[in-house]
C-alpha cells in the first residue's frame, strides 16, 4: 500500500522545485500518491464487511458473556452449538476463499470460544484463563486453517499469544500445563524465553511456507510477538539473579539469526526494526542493572544511551530501507 | 551504472510532462523513514526526554518555579537551536527531540504546579502544543505536538462544557455518567471531534494546494496528529483507568453507552483519511484503535451485555448489507 516514493519525499519534490497546485496535482497523480475511485470503494466495501463480520463476532461473545440466567443450560449449548452448525453448512455451500465461506468459517472460531467460555461458566471447570484460550487456540486451529483468511490467521495467532501472555504473566504453579513443564525445574524466564522461542519459529515456517492465508501484516503481528516477549525475558534474565544466563545468550542468538535472515532475504525492514528495538530496551535494563543502585547520573547515562542507539538503529534502518527499494527497483 | 531510484524516475517524468524544466537539478536525496523507525525514534525520543528532565530535577536542585520555567525555556530554546543548525544531522535530532520533551515538560510543571482548574491545565498544555508545532522545526516534533494537541484539545473542551477537577482526568467515573445532562456530554463531544474531523477533511481535499506552499511543513505533521488523535482520541476523552482500578464498571444503565461505538466511528474514519494518503501505518493504527475501542465497549459503560450483543449485532448486519452493496455495485454489471 504505500507508494513509491513516500509522502515526505513527495513534499521534498513540491518545494524543490516550487511547484505550483497543478503541478503537484500532477506529481501526485504520477506517483500513484492517490486511489482512485475503484480503489477507494473497493477499501470501503472491504472495511464494511470486514467490520461487518468482526460486529457479528463481538455480538456473540458479548452475548454469551452477558451470563445468561434467564435461558436454561441446554438452551444457551444449544442456540450456540446451533450457530456454529449454520457456519459450517455455510462454508460447505460457500467454501473458501469465497468471503461468505470466510466469514463463516471465522464466525465459527469465535463461536468455538465462547462455547468454550460457556462450558467453563456453566459447570465451573475451575480451568485458568490461559487454559481456555489455549483450548481454544487449539480446537480452533483447523477453523482458522479452513478459513484461509488473513484475519482469521491473526485472530488465531492473538489468542495463541494471549493464552501464552496469560500463562506467562500469571505464573500459575498448579494446572496441568505448569505441571508438565515441570515448574520447579523453570524459571520464569526460561519460559518466556520458550514462548518467544515459539513465535519466533512459526514466523520462520510462514516466511518458508508463503501461504496466502498468512500475509506480510500477519507475520508483523507474529515477530513482533517474538520480540514482545523476547524482550520480557531478557529484562528478566538481566534483573532476576536466580534466572540462567542461558536466557540472554538465546535472546541474542534469536535475534542475530532473525537479522541475518532478514538481511539475506531483504523483503520487510520491520522484522530489522523489532531486533533492533528489543535491543535498545533490553540494553537499556541492563544499563540500569549495571550501575545497580540509584545514582545521579543514571538518568542522564540512560538517556544519552537511548538517544545514541535509537539515532544508530534508525540511521542503519533508513540506509538499509533505502538500498533495499533501490535493489527491488533494478 | 545503477538504475534510477523511485525518486529519479518521477522527476523524470516530471520532465517529460513539462511540469518542470529539461535542465532542472535533481533533488538532494530525502530520508525515507517506514512509520515503525518514525514511531521507534518518537519513543525514545520522548523516554529520554523524561529521563533528562528527572536527571536536572535531582542533580541541580531546581525547586522554584520560575527556575523550572527558565530550565523548561532554554531546553526549548536549545531544541530549536539543534534542529535548526543541522537539519540533516539525526543524532543532534534525536537530542534535541529529548531536550524538546524535557523542556515541554519543565514548563508545564512551572506554569501549572499550584493550579487546580482541568481546564486551564488541559488549555495551557494545549498552548504549549500549538506553540511547538508552529516553531519547532523538525517533522517527528510537530507530529508529536500535533498529536498531543489533539489530547489537550479533548481535554479542554471537556472540562470547559463539563468543568472538573485535575483528578477527573484519568480518575472520576462520575464525569460522564450522571453529573451531566445529554445535551452537555453531546454537545461536548459534537465540539470536541467535529473540528477535528472538518479540518483532517480539508487537509487531505485541499492537500495540493498546501503542497504547494510552505504550508506543508506545518500541514503535513498537522494531519498526521489529527488522524492519530481521531483514531485514539476517544480512549482518553473517557475515564480509561476506571476498570483497571476496580472502579463501578457496567453498572449505570444508560444512553451513553453509545460513545465507544461513535469513537470506532472515528477510528474508521481516520483508517479511511489513511488509506487515501496511502499511509499503511496509519490506516494499521487506525484499526487497532477501533479494536481497543469495542474492547472499552465491553468493559466501560452502563448498559447489560445483551443489548450490547444487540447492538453489535444490528450494526454488524448494517455493515455487512453496506459492504455487500458496495461490492455488487463494483461488480462487472452491477450498478455503477
Given at each position: 500500500?504505500?507508494?513509491?516514493?513516500?509522502?515526505?519525499?513527495?513534499?521534498?519534490?513540491?518545494?524543490?522545485?516550487?511547484?505550483?497546485?497543478?503541478?503537484?496535482?500532477?506529481?501526485?497523480?504520477?506517483?500513484?500518491?492517490?486511489?482512485?475511485?475503484?480503489?477507494?470503494?473497493?477499501?470501503?466495501?472491504?472495511?464494511?464487511?470486514?467490520?461487518?463480520?468482526?460486529?457479528?463476532?463481538?455480538?456473540?461473545?458479548?452475548?454469551?458473556?452477558?451470563?445468561?440466567?434467564?435461558?436454561?443450560?441446554?438452551?444457551?449449548?444449544?442456540?450456540?452449538?446451533?450457530?456454529?452448525?449454520?457456519?459450517?453448512?455455510?462454508?460447505?455451500?460457500?467454501?473458501?476463499?469465497?468471503?461468505?465461506?470466510?466469514?463463516?468459517?471465522?464466525?465459527?472460531?469465535?463461536?468455538?470460544?465462547?462455547?468454550?467460555?460457556?462450558?467453563?461458566?456453566?459447570?465451573?471447570?475451575?480451568?485458568?484463563?490461559?487454559?481456555?484460550?489455549?483450548?481454544?487456540?487449539?480446537?480452533?486451529?483447523?477453523?482458522?486453517?479452513?478459513?484461509?483468511?488473513?484475519?482469521?490467521?491473526?485472530?488465531?495467532?492473538?489468542?495463541?499469544?494471549?493464552?501464552?501472555?496469560?500463562?506467562?504473566?500469571?505464573?500459575?504453579?498448579?494446572?496441568?500445563?505448569?505441571?508438565?513443564?515441570?515448574?520447579?525445574?523453570?524459571?520464569?524466564?526460561?519460559?518466556?524465553?520458550?514462548?518467544?522461542?515459539?513465535?519466533?519459529?512459526?514466523?520462520?515456517?510462514?516466511?518458508?511456507?508463503k501461504l496466502e492465508a498468512v500475509p506480510g501484516w500477519v507475520r508483523r503481528i507474529v515477530i513482533s510477538c517474538a520480540f514482545a516477549f523476547g524482550t520480557w525475558a531478557g529484562i528478566l534474565g538481566i534483573v532476576d539473579r536466580d534466572a540462567s544466563p542461558l536466557v540472554t545468550l538465546v535472546l541474542?542468538?534469536?535475534?542475530?539469526?532473525?537479522?541475518?535472515?532478514?538481511?539475506?532475504?531483504?523483503?520487510?525492514?520491520?522484522?530489522?526494526?523489532?531486533?533492533?528495538?528489543?535491543?535498545?530496551?533490553?540494553?537499556?535494563?541492563?544499563?540500569?542493572?549495571?550501575?545497580?543502585?540509584?545514582?545521579?547520573?543514571?538518568?542522564?547515562?540512560?538517556?544519552?544511551?537511548?538517544?545514541?542507539?535509537?539515532?544508530?538503529?534508525?540511521?542503519?534502518?533508513?540506509?538499509?530501507?533505502?538500498?533495499?527499494?533501490?535493489?527491488?527497483?533494478? | 551504472?545503477?538504475?534510477?531510484?523511485?525518486?529519479?524516475?518521477?522527476?523524470?517524468?516530471?520532465?517529460?510532462?513539462?511540469?518542470?524544466?529539461?535542465?532542472?537539478?535533481?533533488?538532494d536525496e530525502a530520508e525515507h523513514r517506514p512509520w515503525f523507525v518514525a514511531m521507534m525514534l518518537g519513543i525514545a525520543g520522548w523516554l529520554a526526554g523524561i529521563l533528562l528532565l528527572v536527571f536536572i530535577e535531582t542533580n541541580f536542585r531546581v525547586n522554584t518555579r520560575t527556575a523550572i520555567g527558565?530550565?523548561?525555556?532554554?531546553?526549548?530554546?536549545?531544541?530549536?537551536?539543534?534542529?535548526?543548525?543541522?537539519?540533516?544531522?539525526?543524532?543532534?535530532?534525536?537530542?534535541?527531540?529529548?531536550?524538546?520533551?524535557?523542556?515541554?515538560?519543565?514548563?508545564?510543571?512551572?506554569?501549572?504546579?499550584?493550579?487546580?482548574?482541568?481546564?486551564?491545565?488541559?488549555?495551557?498544555?494545549?498552548?504549549?502544543?500549538?506553540?511547538?508545532?508552529?516553531?519547532?522545526?523538525?517533522?517527528?516534533?510537530?507530529?508529536?505536538?500535533?498529536?498531543?494537541?489533539?489530547?489537550?484539545?479533548?481535554?479542554?473542551?471537556?472540562?470547559?462544557?463539563?468543568?472538573?477537577?485535575?483528578?477527573?482526568?484519568?480518575?472520576?467515573?462520575?464525569?460522564?455518567?450522571?453529573?451531566y445532562g445529554a445535551g452537555a456530554i453531546s454537545l461536548a463531544w459534537m465540539i470536541s471531534w467535529a473540528p477535528l474531523l472538518l479540518l483532517t477533511t480539508w487537509l487531505i481535499r485541499r492537500e495540493s494546494d498546501w503542497m504547494a506552499r510552505n504550508l506543508r511543513v506545518f500541514a503535513r505533521p498537522?494531519?498526521?496528529?489529527?488522524?492519530?488523535?481521531?483514531?485514539?482520541?476517544?480512549?482518553?476523552?473517557?475515564?480509561?483507568?476506571?476498570?483497571?482500578?476496580?472502579?463501578?464498571?457496567?453498572?449505570?444503565?444508560?444512553?451513553?453507552?453509545?460513545?465507544?461505538?461513535?469513537?470506532?466511528?472515528?477510528?474508521?474514519?481516520?483508517?479511511?483519511?489513511?488509506?487515501?494518503?496511502?499511509?499503511?501505518?496509519?490506516?494499521?493504527?487506525?484499526?487497532?484503535?477501533?479494536?481497543?475501542?469495542?474492547?472499552?465497549?465491553?468493559?466501560?459503560?452502563?448498559?447489560?451485555?445483551?443489548?450490547?450483543?444487540?447492538?453489535?449485532?444490528?450494526?454488524?448486519?448494517?455493515?455487512?448489507?453496506?459492504?455487500?452493496?458496495?461490492?455488487?455495485?463494483?461488480?462487472?454489471?452491477?450498478?455503477?
Amino acid at each position: 500500500m504505500q507508494p513509491e516514493p513516500s509522502r515526505a519525499e513527495l513534499d521534498q519534490i513540491a518545494g524543490h522545485y516550487g511547484l505550483d497546485s497543478a503541478g503537484v496535482e500532477v506529481l501526485l497523480e504520477v506517483a500513484d500518491a492517490r486511489p482512485g475511485p475503484g480503489a477507494r470503494r473497493q477499501f470501503l466495501a472491504h472495511l464494511l464487511r470486514i467490520g461487518g463480520v468482526l460486529s457479528l463476532a463481538a455480538g456473540v461473545v458479548f452475548f454469551v458473556a452477558a451470563n445468561w440466567s434467564e435461558i436454561a443450560v441446554f438452551g444457551r449449548f444449544g442456540l450456540l452449538e446451533l450457530l456454529l452448525l449454520a457456519c459450517g453448512v455455510l462454508a460447505l455451500f460457500r467454501p473458501p476463499p469465497a468471503f461468505a465461506g470466510r466469514a463463516a468459517m471465522f464466525l465459527a472460531f469465535i463461536t468455538t470460544g465462547a462455547l468454550l467460555a460457556l462450558f467453563g461458566q456453566t459447570y465451573q471447570t475451575g480451568a485458568d484463563v490461559h487454559e481456555l484460550f489455549l483450548g481454544w487456540a487449539l480446537l480452533g486451529l483447523p477453523l482458522a486453517v479452513l478459513a484461509n483468511w488473513s484475519v482469521s490467521s491473526a485472530a488465531w495467532l492473538l489468542v495463541l499469544n494471549l493464552a501464552l501472555a496469560l500463562f506467562c504473566g500469571w505464573h500459575p504453579t498448579g494446572g496441568l500445563l505448569w505441571a508438565m513443564l515441570g515448574w520447579h525445574r523453570f524459571e520464569p524466564a526460561t519460559v518466556i524465553i520458550g514462548v518467544a522461542l515459539i513465535n519466533a519459529a512459526l514466523w520462520f515456517l510462514f516466511e518458508y511456507l508463503k501461504l496466502e492465508a498468512v500475509p506480510g501484516w500477519v507475520r508483523r503481528i507474529v515477530i513482533s510477538c517474538a520480540f514482545a516477549f523476547g524482550t520480557w525475558a531478557g529484562i528478566l534474565g538481566i534483573v532476576d539473579r536466580d534466572a540462567s544466563p542461558l536466557v540472554t545468550l538465546v535472546l541474542l542468538v534469536m535475534m542475530g539469526v532473525v537479522a541475518l535472515y532478514s538481511h539475506r532475504t531483504r523483503k520487510d525492514i520491520y522484522s530489522l526494526a523489532v531486533v533492533l528495538g528489543a535491543f535498545i530496551i533490553v540494553s537499556l535494563a541492563w544499563m540500569g542493572d549495571v550501575m545497580e543502585s540509584w545514582n545521579a547520573g543514571m538518568p542522564l547515562v540512560m538517556a544519552l544511551w537511548l538517544i545514541v542507539s535509537s539515532t544508530g538503529a534508525g540511521l542503519l534502518l533508513a540506509g538499509t530501507a533505502r538500498s533495499w527499494r533501490e535493489e527491488a527497483t533494478t | 551504472m545503477s538504475a534510477p531510484s523511485a525518486v529519479e524516475r518521477l522527476v523524470d517524468t516530471l520532465r517529460t510532462r513539462q511540469v518542470i524544466a529539461a535542465d532542472a537539478p535533481a533533488p538532494d536525496e530525502a530520508e525515507h523513514r517506514p512509520w515503525f523507525v518514525a514511531m521507534m525514534l518518537g519513543i525514545a525520543g520522548w523516554l529520554a526526554g523524561i529521563l533528562l528532565l528527572v536527571f536536572i530535577e535531582t542533580n541541580f536542585r531546581v525547586n522554584t518555579r520560575t527556575a523550572i520555567g527558565m530550565v523548561g525555556l532554554a531546553l526549548l530554546v536549545a531544541a530549536w537551536a539543534m534542529y535548526y543548525a543541522d537539519r540533516k544531522a539525526v543524532f543532534l535530532d534525536q537530542f534535541a527531540l529529548a531536550l524538546s520533551i524535557a523542556g515541554q515538560c519543565a514548563l508545564a510543571w512551572a506554569l501549572l504546579d499550584d493550579v487546580d482548574s482541568g481546564f486551564r491545565i488541559a488549555s495551557t498544555l494545549l498552548v504549549i502544543q500549538l506553540v511547538v508545532l508552529v516553531l519547532m522545526p523538525n517533522r517527528t516534533a510537530r507530529t508529536l505536538a500535533a498529536l498531543f494537541g489533539v489530547i489537550a484539545w479533548v481535554y479542554t473542551v471537556r472540562f470547559a462544557v463539563l468543568s472538573g477537577r485535575p483528578d477527573d482526568i484519568i480518575f472520576d467515573n462520575m464525569m460522564n455518567t450522571v453529573r451531566y445532562g445529554a445535551g452537555a456530554i453531546s454537545l461536548a463531544w459534537m465540539i470536541s471531534w467535529a473540528p477535528l474531523l472538518l479540518l483532517t477533511t480539508w487537509l487531505i481535499r485541499r492537500e495540493s494546494d498546501w503542497m504547494a506552499r510552505n504550508l506543508r511543513v506545518f500541514a503535513r505533521p498537522l494531519l498526521a496528529g489529527a488522524l492519530l488523535g481521531l483514531a485514539a482520541g476517544g480512549i482518553i476523552a473517557e475515564p480509561f483507568l476506571v476498570p483497571a482500578f476496580g472502579g463501578q464498571v457496567g453498572l449505570w444503565i444508560s444512553w451513553q453507552t453509545i460513545f465507544p461505538l461513535l469513537s470506532i466511528g472515528l477510528a474508521l474514519y481516520a483508517a479511511w483519511c489513511a488509506f487515501q494518503l496511502r499511509s499503511a501505518g496509519l490506516t494499521g493504527f487506525a484499526i487497532v484503535a477501533a479494536l481497543f475501542h469495542l474492547g472499552r465497549f465491553y468493559y466501560l459503560y452502563g448498559t447489560s451485555l445483551t443489548w450490547k450483543s444487540v447492538i453489535m449485532f444490528c450494526v454488524g448486519a448494517a455493515m455487512l448489507g453496506a459492504g455487500m452493496l458496495l461490492r455488487r455495485s463494483q461488480a462487472p454489471g452491477g450498478v455503477a
